[in-house]
């Protein structure tokens, strides 16, 4: 199995506050991603990244902002946390051809 | 991107087979079709991909006609752990702004 973690795994913060979530792989795939999770919805990217320092955005990247200075950590920072942004997220790196390897998920509650 | 349609929810019996049919008429021809499971509480977990006639592994078979338009996901003797959301996704390979998860189906298995 890929080695894949996420951190912290939940948090409740205030609206205004600046919340960073930080994913972790051990296995040097070049390809990771983060996505977020409503009830009723299925996933929806955030943004993702192909290498150390590239990333691009995905379909809802609005009030998300991401940083990739190592190979195996990738960070989702919520620059001023929104409750539109209660959520669960989560990490995922690609293993092959259109396959993902997620990770845990981090529950995020912004009150 | 071509936009997939599933059932909303099945429910089947331990033991039986269950087809989950997607529908995706705009499938463009470098696509793949590629099926995810998801438990509660977890990330979507990588069950099968194909690009046209019949795959199968040890978890499932994917059966896709000649036109592509549709694919059907074939779950053998379903138990009751089978009990997730179940989504199709297509798209081409390798791209991840183009790897759209839409509702999923909830399949339900009853003892």
């Known amino acids: 199995d890929a080695g894949i973690t996420q951190s912290p795994r939940h948090k409740v913060t205030e609206t205004g506050t600046p919340v960073t979530l930080r994913c972790h792989q051990t296995e040097n795939h070049r390809y990771m991603y983060w996505y977020r999770q409503d009830p009723g919805h299925g996933l929806r990217l955030i943004h993702y990244s192909y290498g150390v320092k590239d990333t691009d955005k995905g379909e809802v990247s609005d009030g998300y902002s991401v940083s990739r200075s190592k190979t195996e950590d990738f960070l989702l920072t919520l620059e001023s946390a929104t409750s539109s942004q209660t959520s669960v997220y989560f990490c995922?790196?690609?293993?092959?051809?259109?396959?993902?390897?997620f990770g845990p998920g981090t529950r995020l509650t912004v009150t | 991107l071509a936009k997939t349609t599933q059932p909303i929810s099945m429910d089947s019996y331990e033991g039986q087979e269950v087809n989950i049919t997607c529908s995706h008429n705009?499938?463009?021809?470098?696509?793949?079709i590629t099926w995810y499971q998801q438990f509660p509480s977890q990330g979507p977990r990588f069950i099968i991909q194909g690009y046209k006639t019949k795959v199968t592994n040890e978890v499932a078979s994917l059966f896709i006609p000649a036109d592509r338009k549709s694919s059907t996901l074939s779950l053998p003797r379903v138990s009751l752990s089978d009990t997730a959301v179940y989504y199709c996704l297509v798209g081409p390979s390798g791209s991840a702004r183009q790897l759209t998860f839409g509702s999923g189906t909830q399949l339900t298995v009853l003892p």
């Open positions: 705009n499938i463009a021809t470098n696509d793949y």
């Open positions: 995922a790196i690609r293993v092959a051809s259109n396959e993902q390897y």
